[in-house]
């Protein structure tokens, strides 16, 4: 049995469906075993677990008051004046069934379903009462639910971890020991003969008589003397004396009480001989509340909530923690004995958590990640959990978020961002790095699958995201250079491209099919022999099929050509991201890379500062100076693209590491904010870094270029 469905109306952030006023402001369907519910602060994490709480108690009895500030409040400041949630159970045995058989229902498919309601009204003031809430819990469909009362009631109860647990006090002693609560519950605790005593209390009435026995044995020289015996004599002289059938004070040595309640609550746990920081105490708690986890034991839920997952605990041991919870419900046979639903803040946890199990939370609506409820082929979950690392994991946590394919753009845009007046942070905006052109297997899981969108219609996943990559088509001056240096024949004359259409006659002649080599299409090679190494990964191929592939790939050296093949690449670009769901943004260097379109744009002498101090670094600062003064004007003197590549060069030829060149240009541009700032706002060739900041920060202004 486990929470197949929670449905909101009215409650905290949750209103009510835009669509139907019937409908509930929120559904969250979960997984039947593990859940990890994500988002950012005040996205809904701690209502969504409270809803539930309120809705089939806690073992651990907290209060459960529903309040003013848990009823919905609109943007025009109204408040509802009613709230529902609604609990929908599946996956019953037949034990299970027969518990709850008056108030069961079926899906659509014929199975059981429980569906448990609250109900919390305000009623106002009248006569001498003062307004109030009322609340009421029942079970069955609505139309003929009743009141769920008794072992059924009990049955449904979660077991809860509050956010900031201060588990010391609750593995202490105490009348509101949460340890006792623990034990009480679990079955080695549960005496169901009443005539009998449990095995722990008559261990304790044994140790009292021992202990009552030691306090009446004389000690010291006079043996008649005992600690008992000298109680019994100050005693009567501090009480009455006793009249008729008055019964005498009298004084008695006992561990504790011999009820079984009484004992538990005088336990305590510790973990023995271990110095415990509030890291260890806390897996100690969670431990200790996994005891009532026992699942072949199990009748109903066996529900877990927990808050922040995370306090108190090392990121290690937040791994190793998901890790056994994972395991734990994956080694279930079919038969669903536990259920957790956890919310964190941590990239760690959320990278360590397969995506079926997580459970997004955005703009007021809860997005699963499982198969049926997004447009993943099972490579794309194959891949993502393979790489979807605790930085790239932020892209759970954000408001926006920017996937950029390597270090430049990652140290880059913050820069970036700050001197055009759109800090990321401020605006809750996530770089992800993905360190590759993969971007696709990662903007999908903002897609959401077709089975969801019927359903949901106007629940698709709108967070906004821009993608920002290059067309990666190298200028004309690049393969002057090339050609210069080369001993091929004749040079400054043809470049290999792989199209449309030639890429299938090309397959054939290497004897393969042609979505092998459809990651090389519009990919242009300057070399015979660069273009023969690409393809030798693939197959080998024999020299007259190679002269008859070059045959069908050449093209000349020209401007044209480049212009005509960045044309098609930004095709291929629009039409593998302009189908995607979401609110994404395509954001491509219209010539060549990152690098190059600022070496091109108007802060090109910035980046040449920056590698010239890189290369120089080891000269004096006034050496330096000089040197890059002469070469600045050498540069000047070059026409826009020969003076782009010429910047550029030191990072193509890897003199210089790209990162390191960001990190320099970065301090360069800050250093000259207001030159950086315009060029920023108005350069053209820069158009697409601005475009992918403003698509994650609210839009362009009103006077932007």
């Known amino acids: 049995m486990y929470l197949k469905e929670l449905r909101i109306w009215n409650f905290r952030k949750y209103g009510i469906s835009g669509v139907d006023n019937n409908l509930p402001g929120t559904t969250v369907h979960f997984h039947p075993t593990f859940n990890l519910l994500i988002g950012e602060n005040d996205s809904g994490k701690t209502a969504i677990i409270d809803a539930i709480k309120l809705t089939l108690g806690t073992t651990s009895d907290d209060s459960l008051w529903i309040t003013d500030e848990d009823f919905f409040v609109s943007k025009d400041g109204v408040s509802s004046t009613e709230l529902k949630i609604e609990c929908i159970l599946a996956g019953l045995t037949d034990e299970e069934a027969g518990v709850f058989f008056e108030w069961l229902s079926f899906d659509i498919n014929g199975n059981y379903e429980l569906q448990v ?74 005496n169901k003969d009443r005539s009998t005593k449990h095995e722990l209390e008559l261990t304790f009435e044994e140790a009292n008589k021992q202990v009552e026995a030691f306090f009446l044995k004389p000690y010291g020289e006079d043996q008649k003397k005992t600690i008992q015996l000298q109680l019994k004599q100050y005693l009567s002289e501090f009480f009455n004396t006793p009249v008729g059938d008055e019964p005498e004070t009298k004084s008695k040595f006992k561990i504790t009480s011999v009820k079984l309640n009484e004992i538990l609550r005088k336990l305590s746990l510790l973990l023995e001989e271990v110095p415990s920081g509030l890291g260890s105490l806390n897996l100690l708690f969670i431990a200790a509340e996994l005891l009532l986890h026992d699942d072949d034991l199990a009748i109903g839920p066996n529900l877990t909530l927990i808050e922040e997952i995370e306090a108190h605990l090392h990121p290690q041991a937040q791994l190793r923690l998901i890790k056994y919870l994972q395991d734990k419900v994956d080694d279930e046979s079919g038969n669903v004995g536990s259920q957790f639903i956890l919310s964190t803040h941590s990239p760690t946890l959320a990278a360590s958590t397969q995506l079926k199990h997580i459970i997004l939370l955005y703009d007021g609506v809860a997005y699963p990640m499982g198969p049926e409820y997004t447009a993943f082929d099972p490579e794309d979950y194959e891949f993502l959990e393979r790489f979807l690392d605790a930085t790239k994991s932020n892209l759970f946590f954000a408001k926006g978020v920017i996937f950029v394919e390597g270090d430049a753009e990652n140290l880059l845009l913050p820069t970036i961002a700050n001197l055009m007046g759109r800090p990321l942070h401020k605006f809750g905006v996530s770089i992800v790095n993905i360190g590759n052109t993969a971007f696709k297997r990662y903007v999908k899981i903002y897609s959401r699958s077709e089975a969801w969108l019927e359903k949901y219609p106007e629940a698709n996943l709108m967070m906004p995201v821009s993608i920002v990559t290059d ?57 015979q022999s660069s273009f023969k190494e690409e393809i030798q990964s693939y197959v080998k191929v024999g020299g007259s099929a190679f002269a008859r592939i070059i045959e069908l790939i050449r093209e000349p050296l020209s401007a044209e050509t480049i212009e005509s093949l960045r044309t098609h690449k930004a095709k291929s670009l629009t039409d593998t991201y302009g189908s995607l769901q979401g609110n994404i943004g395509l954001n491509y260097a219209k010539n060549w890379t990152l690098e190059y379109e600022i070496a091109l744009s108007g802060l090109g002498m910035m980046l040449a500062e920056a590698i010239h101090t890189i290369q120089h670094k080891n000269l004096s600062s006034t050496e330096r100076e000089e040197k890059f003064k002469a070469y600045k004007q050498l540069l000047e003197e070059l026409p826009p693209e020969a003076r782009a590549y010429q910047i550029y060069r030191p990072l193509l030829k890897k003199n210089v590491s790209k990162a390191t060149a960001a990190q320099y240009l970065a301090v360069i541009l800050q250093k000259n904010s207001e030159v950086t700032r315009i060029s920023l706002l108005n350069d053209g060739t820069l158009s697409y870094l601005r475009d992918a900041i403003y698509h994650v920060t609210g839009g362009a202004p009103s006077d932007a270029n």
């Not at 050609?483 to 054939?508: G, T, W």
């Open 117 to 190: 309601r609250l109900i919390a009204k305000k009623q106002a003031a009248e006569a001498r009462v003062a307004e109030r809430i009322d609340k009421y819990i029942k079970a069955g469909p609505e139309i003929s639910s009743s009141r769920l009362e008794g072992l059924a009631r009990e049955i449904l109860r979660t077991t809860y971890l509050k956010p900031l647990r201060n588990a010391e006090i609750e593995l202490q002693p105490g009348i509101r020991s949460r340890l006792a609560q623990i034990l009480k519950s679990h079955p080695a605790f549960i």
């Open 471 to 527: 067309l990666d088509v190298r200028p004309l001056a690049y393969y002057l250079d090339k050609k210069s240096k080369s001993d091929e024949s004749p040079a400054l004359r043809d470049i290999y491209i792989l199209n449309e259409d030639n890429i299938d006659q090309v397959a054939d002649e290497m004897g393969i099919e042609t979505e092998q080599i459809n990651h090389l299409l519009n990919q242009a090679f300057g070399t």
